[in-house]
C-alpha cells in the first residue's frame, strides 16, 4: 500500500508554519458566518481554481459555479494572504502556489481535516459542475440560428458564455480523473446522455470543436466500463451510436 510522501525535516517546518497561518485566515474568515456552509464553499473556490484546466476570472468562476455575482471575489479577498487575488473581476485568478496546493492535500501536513482538499472529489465536484452548467445553458437554439446569417455566425458563437463553452470542452476530463464508478456521477452521465447529449454535439459544432467528441465518448466509456452501477439501456444505445458515428471512416480522404 502506498504511504504518505516523506517530507524533509526543514520542509515539514516550513508546512508547520504555513498550516499555523492558513488555519488562522480560514478560521477568522469563516468566523463570523455559518462554518460548514462556508468551509464548503471555500473547499470548492480553491479546489476549482487549483483543477480547472484553464484560468477562471472571479466573475466566469461564480457563472460556472452558479454562485451569486461577486461571491468569489469576496472570498478570495479574505484569503488574500493564500492566493493572488486579481484586481479585477474579468481578470483570471493566479493558480495556486504548488506548495500550498500540496499542503492543502496532505492529510498529515493539513492535521484539520476540515480544510483538507481531497482531489478525486474535487474531480466529481467540477464534473457535477459541468453537468448542471450544461443543463442551464444547452436549451433549443443556443446561437438562435433563425436570425443568424453566414457572415454573423462566428459573433454569435462569441456570445456562448465562457464558463460554458468550458463545460462543454472539459466535462470528460472532470470526469476521467473522478473515481472510476462514483454513483452520483454515472447518474449524471445517464441524465446527460438522455437529455443532452445531442445539444452537446450542437454546441462543439457551433465551437468548431467537434472533432473532440470521438475522445471524449471514448474516454466516457472507458469510464463508465469499471462501474459497478450501470446506466440505463438507452444511454448505452446512444454511447455506441454516437461513437461509432463519431470514427472516421477508412474511405475519408485525410485532409493536410
Not at 156 to 170: F, K, N
Request: hydrophobic content about 40%.
Amino acid at each position: 500500500m502506498q504511504g504518505h510522501r516523506e517530507w524533509p525535516q526543514d520542509i515539514k517546518i516550513v508546512f508547520d508554519t504555513a498550516e499555523r497561518l492558513s488555519l488562522r485566515i480560514i478560521t477568522d474568515t469563516l468566523s463570523k458566518a455559518n462554518s460548514e456552509t462556508n468551509l464548503t464553499l471555500v473547499r470548492h473556490i480553491i479546489g476549482a481554481i487549483a483543477f480547472l484546466e484553464e484560468p477562471f476570472s472571479p466573475h466566469n468562476l461564480d457563472e460556472l459555479l452558479n454562485l451569486e455575482g461577486g461571491e468569489v471575489s469576496h472570498m478570495l479577498s479574505k484569503l488574500h494572504s493564500l492566493v493572488v487575488v486579481p484586481i479585477s473581476d474579468d481578470d483570471p485568478v493566479q493558480p495556486l502556489h504548488p506548495s500550498f496546493l500540496e499542503y492543502l492535500m496532505d492529510s498529515e501536513l493539513c492535521t484539520n481535516s476540515d480544510f483538507v482538499i481531497h482531489p478525486g472529489a474535487q474531480q466529481i465536484h467540477l464534473a457535477l459542475v459541468c453537468f448542471k452548467r450544461m443543463e442551464r445553458g444547452m436549451k433549443g437554439d443556443i446561437l438562435d440560428l433563425s436570425s443568424t446569417t453566414d457572415h454573423n455566425i462566428n459573433d454569435g458563437i462569441q456570445d456562448i458564455p465562457m464558463d460554458l463553452r468550458y463545460a462543454c470542452l472539459h466535462w470528460v476530463s472532470h470526469l476521467s480523473q473522478s473515481p472510476p464508478g462514483e454513483p452520483i456521477l454515472v447518474a449524471a452521465v445517464d441524465e446527460f446522455f438522455s437529455r443532452h447529449v445531442l445539444y452537446w454535439l450542437k454546441t462543439l459544432s457551433f465551437l468548431r470543436s467537434l472533432k473532440n467528441a470521438q475522445p471524449c465518448l471514448q474516454l466516457v466509456r472507458m469510464w463508465l466500463s469499471v462501474s459497478t452501477f450501470s446506466v440505463g439501456c438507452n444511454t448505452v444505445s446512444m454511447l455506441t451510436l454516437l461513437f461509432a458515428a463519431s470514427r472516421p471512416s477508412p474511405n475519408t480522404p485525410l485532409v493536410a
